[in-house]
T-cell receptor, first 108, second 114 residues
Framework: QKEVEQDPGPLSVPEGAIVSLNCTYS??????FMWYRQYSRKGPELLMY????GNKEDGRFTAQVDKSSKYISLFIRDSQPSDSATYLC????????FGTGTRLQVFP | EAQVTQNPRYLITVTGKKLTVTCSQN?????MSWYRQDPGLGLRQIYY???????DKGDVPEGYKVSRKEKRNFPLILESPSPNQTSLYFC?????????????FGPGTRLTVT
């Protein structure tokens, strides 16, 4: 079992939709989680990080961790075509362990 | 501008021909690492360095070498490349390796080994 699992998609949504991206993790010892965004032909860049359980909000983006179910979620409100990218979740601890990424396409 | 640079961006080579991919950061970061990204497997760490002259294996180190003689540079060396090393490679750096430290990624090097 991979430490961090993520549905690869692709996920295709119309502009303005609410997007939900999800990951599961296996090791409950780690409590820091990150979301990276990767545009085509670019390196990943940090979008948000969150600690333990609860929500963290940054503009249209909300990161959520549910420790009881070992679930990490990223919600995007009012999605825009510029949000089209691959979204990678990662758990942090001794090192970063990434999920495989979910490709998101937002069409006008 | 704070950045991580990699060269070359694209490389096609043949089996067995030694190559080096350079990585440089201008942020005075202590921690640097190399990843490869493959479809269905995601980003996997090859090697990392916590400071000058300190390097260690990541999850997939076989067939790769690294060195860290200067703080800003962290080259990736493939002594005898093989087709299974065809991949997209990323160099990354961060101030430390502590929790919450953002890793800054380079633009990637697409390597094809025939």
């Amino acid at each position: 079992q991979k430490e961090v699992e993520q549905d690869p998609g692709p996920l295709s949504v119309p502009e303005g939709a609410i997007v939900s991206l999800n990951c599961t993790y296996s090791n409950s010892a780690f409590q820091y989680f990150m979301w990276y965004r990767q545009y085509s032909r670019k390196g990943p860049e940090l979008l948000m990080y969150t600690y333990s359980s609860g929500n963290k909000e940054d503009g249209r983006f909300t990161a959520q961790v549910d420790k009881s179910s070992k679930y990490i979620s990223l919600f995007i409100r009012d999605s825009q075509p510029s949000d089209s990218a691959t979204y990678l979740c990662a758990r942090e601890g001794d090192k970063l362990i990434f999920g495989t990424g979910t490709r998101l396409q937002v069409f006008p | 501008e704070a950045q991580v640079t990699q060269n070359p961006r694209y490389l096609i080579t043949v089996t067995g021909k030694k190559l080096t991919v350079t990585c440089s950061q201008n942020m005075n970061h202590e921690y640097m690492s190399w990843y490869r990204q493959d479809p269905g497997l995601g980003l996997r760490q090859i090697y990392y360095s916590m400071n000058v002259e300190v390097t260690d294996k990541g999850d997939v180190p076989e067939g790769y070498k690294v060195s860290r003689k200067e703080k800003r540079n962290f080259p990736l060396i493939l002594e005898s490349p093989s087709p299974n090393q065809t991949s997209l490679y990323f160099c990354a750096s961060s101030f430390r390796t502590g929790v919450g430290d953002e890793q800054y990624f380079g633009p990637g090097t697409r390597l094809t080994v025939t």
